[in-house]
């Protein structure tokens, strides 16, 4: 069974950075599609940032020229570099396969604080 792990979370400052990591016990995150996901309270879980099988990459405009998404094959994990942080960045933020998503896993909660 397929098992993500999101880490890198944590409390920062607005402006400040942030870079998450996701990682799987089989390492299909080298080889398939991968997004990274937020939702925040009372909001519906969106799709910020996703690379595809050969490295190309896209972004929701609200994150555009901040975040970068990157994927580091010898460590078998997906990146999400996040910079210029701004407060409406507070989600928990989750990584996923973009087709055939598995279970969700836990999530690494981002806080930005004004």
């Known amino acids: 069974q397929v098992r993500l792990v999101e880490s890198g979370g944590g409390l920062v400052q607005a402006g400040g950075s942030l870079r998450l990591s996701c990682a799987d016990s089989?390492?299909?995150?080298?080889?398939?599609?991968v997004g990274w996901y937020r939702q925040a309270p009372g909001k519906q879980r969106e799709l910020v940032a996703s690379?595809?099988?050969?490295?190309?990459?896209k972004y929701a405009n609200s994150v555009k020229g901040r975040f970068i998404i990157s994927r580091e094959r010898s460590e078998t994990t997906v990146y999400l570099q996040m910079n210029s942080l701004k407060p409406e960045d507070t989600a928990v933020y989750y990584c996923?396969?973009?087709?055939?998503?598995?279970?969700w896993g836990q999530g690494t909660q981002v806080t930005v604080s004004p």
């Open positions: 996923n396969f973009v087709i055939n998503p598995v279970s």
């Open positions: 690379i595809s099988e050969s490295a190309n990459t």
């Open positions: 089989p390492g299909l995150v080298n080889i398939v599609a």
